[in-house]
């Protein structure tokens, strides 16, 4: 998607650049640049609590995406709104005027030299699935209706008891797919992972269908009919279902394996139902082997994270019907909804876990900031429309 | 592949059409019909033990196969070499003249009218997964060097125990994927599958390369190098390992994800890449599934069957890595020298079970026939040199 033609012109809204933005976060993916950043409302030092030191500051949370190949865009969008300032300042020099920010991704190594030229900040690497796991934690604990069941075209939030998160099973599909178990605040496992996830749907997808963008393979698949390429069971034994082994006549059989006998060729298929199967096939596939791996440790709560899920209706439900299948009912995926944004939350949060600059810190009693969603009050996006609901997160942060 | 193109006439050399065929069994899938007959040698009743009624009979099991899409050419080669004659009577009235085929697979259901109409026998069905457990439990006990390992290029037989096979699993990879966890002749249970499987490997492969055969596909992927499409973790990381969850930079990050970026159309391409690409994705998931459920179970031994691996190099070497990578070297990846077989052999199996016809009996002291594989000892096959090396095993039936 080229950014100009998206009705994006580089700098935020007045409102928003008028106000002060600080800590700015990014996770550089193979896929998608995630960015996160703070800013201040205006006038609203509150001194909370006079009995302490330190003060809340109210603002609230941005969260921004870019595609990896188009890193350019992304950084001259930092630029233009000084977003790269919103990073901090060596701790063991002080002195120095050399700025520092938070960047997880493997695109935080790939591309520190570009970034250090064009921006002229430094990257502070921070390790991905440290952040993955921060991030997942951050939003199930402090985010008011973060996590949702999703069945049947119906979604349920989740009430999430702090004292009974852990251990829990973080499947984070991006490009690819990690699979970490998380027991606890920086207590984690990558236990698992493959490599067929959000990349393999895009990229195969493009092949196969031409489409321009993620989110338009999305939105064809939702109109088509994987039943056209898929060779189900009816298929293979003449309309029955295999009961013996408990698989009716629609269970798929074969992934695209009706392809094999009918002699059409890539044209004669429609795109969308291709994009159907090929999305059914990777998020079935998924949904199979994170039960598998949930099994194996005993995890009870599956949730998935990442930017291939987005708040996509089929995607979810074949996810949760797929953990249905396996568990025979015994485990339920649940999804997140800032799902694309738990990396560079977690890089987010290291401002706070280094106590740099002037230090985000959790609110007494409290690990994380108190966040409360607010849905539909957007900032000017690079993407438009592009992104999940709640593009920001009324937040206050705690001044050291 | 058209059969009359490979030089197939439809009728099998005099020698062996001389000789008495007997015991047709077929399993039919969703894309193969594979065929298993027995022939015995002219003149061999050999009365072996004079002390028992019974006696053997020296002969060949043979194998054949065609694509279900093409099931007139297989009722033809039936019909035109009697091989249906190779059936058994009705045993609760065996004064009819009513022959009967054992056959399995879902086809067994889907074609049962248009065989009894073409070939004028009924079919007699056997259960899929009971005549693959059945199958593959004959193989690997009167068969010599049947199962295998493969990895970096070598191939090693493994000797079976046969008071130490039970339980193992058994991944049969058709155009969908079994795993079958096998107690015992005739106890086991169908643990778990997956769609993506051969019809998946073919059915995507001729939509992406235009392929006109499985095995034209495989070749092209011999040829090809998966890194140009694979998203690799160096590719994310700038080249680097990801060396704290143990991932090097060539480990495929996101299967096809390289596809995303590099803005080229599915033309732009090379077919060998592409077929390349796909084989490693399927064959690594396959065998990640297949690890995590043997290790739900406590599996040690993992077979490997079905007509998806064709004993190629590169099929075995990815499944032997990814068994290897996700257990640790825990677990090790088999395979069967006639793969392909299990079902078919299974449904011929049952004509012993059920005491039918000249039964096919045990020989004393041994659950199943006496079998020598004779490699290079080939019949006319419907599709030249499409086949495995071990075409035909020698092999003595008890006749009751």
Redesign the interface.
Same mark, same amino acid.
């Given at each position: 998607m080229d950014v100009r033609d998206s009705g994006f012109h580089g700098k935020l809204d007045d409102d928003q650049s008028e106000s002060q933005i600080s800590h700015l976060a990014l996770d550089i993916?193979?896929?998608l640049i995630k960015l996160v950043y703070f800013s201040r409302n205006k006038d609203n030092l509150i001194d909370e609590n006079k009995n302490r030191k330190n003060s809340f500051v109210e603002g609230r949370l941005h969260f921004a995406k870019f *595609?990896?190949?188009k890193i350019n865009d992304c950084l001259e969008f930092i630029l233009s709104n000084k977003l790269h300032l919103g990073g901090f300042q060596h701790h063991e020099d002080p002195a120095s005027d050399k700025i520092l920010i938070k960047a997880t991704?493997?695109?935080a190594?790939?591309?520190?030299d570009l970034i250090k030229e064009k921006l002229g900040v430094s990257i502070e690497k921070e *390790?991905?699935?440290e952040c993955l796991v921060a991030g997942a934690n951050f939003l199930l604990k402090a985010v008011h209706q973060e996590a949702y069941t999703y069945m049947d075209g119906r979604k349920e939030f989740v009430h999430i008891d702090h004292n009974d998160l852990y251990p829990y099973l973080l499947v984070n599909i991006?490009?690819?797919v990690s699979m970490i178990k998380v027991d606890g605040d920086g207590k984690f496992e990558?236990i698992?992972g493959?490599?067929?996830?959000?990349?393999?749907f895009?990229?195969?997808g493009?092949?196969?269908t031409?489409c321009k963008s993620f989110d338009e393979l999305l939105e064809l698949s939702h109109q088509g009919n994987n039943r056209v390429?898929?060779?189900l069971?009816g298929?293979?034994?003449?309309?029955?279902d295999?009961s013996?082994?408990g698989l009716s006549s629609t269970t798929?059989?074969?992934?695209?394996?009706?392809?094999?006998?009918d002699?059409r060729? @890539?044209e004669e298929?429609k795109p969308e139902d291709?994009a159907r199967s090929l999305l059914r096939?990777i998020s079935?596939?998924i949904g199979?082997?994170a039960y598998?791996?949930a @099994?194996?440790f005993g995890l009870k709560r599956i949730f998935f994270g990442g930017f291939f899920i987005r708040s996509h209706a089929f995607t979810m439900d074949t996810i949760s019907v797929a953990v249905n299948f396996?568990s025979k009912g015994e485990a339920k995926a649940m999804f997140l909804n800032h799902e694309g944004f738990l990396g560079a939350l977690g890089a987010f949060m290291s401002y706070v876990k280094h106590g740099h600059d002037d230090s985000i810190s959790p609110q007494s009693g409290q690990r994380y900031p108190v966040c409360t969603p607010l849905v539909g009050d957007k900032i000017c996006y690079p993407l438009n429309g592009d992104l999940n609901d709640n593009d920001s997160l009324e937040c206050s942060v705690y001044v050291a």
């Open positions: 993916g193979g896929t *595609e990896t190949s991704g493997g695109g190594y790939r591309f520190a *390790e991905e699935m991006g490009s690819g990558r698992s493959t490599s067929v996830g959000g990349g393999t895009w990229g195969l493009r092949l196969l031409k390429i898929d060779m069971v298929d293979i034994y003449g309309g029955l295999y013996k082994i798929i059989a074969s992934s695209f394996g009706k392809a094999i006998s002699n060729e @890539l298929y291709i096939m079935n596939n199979q082997i598998l791996n @099994l194996r396996w």
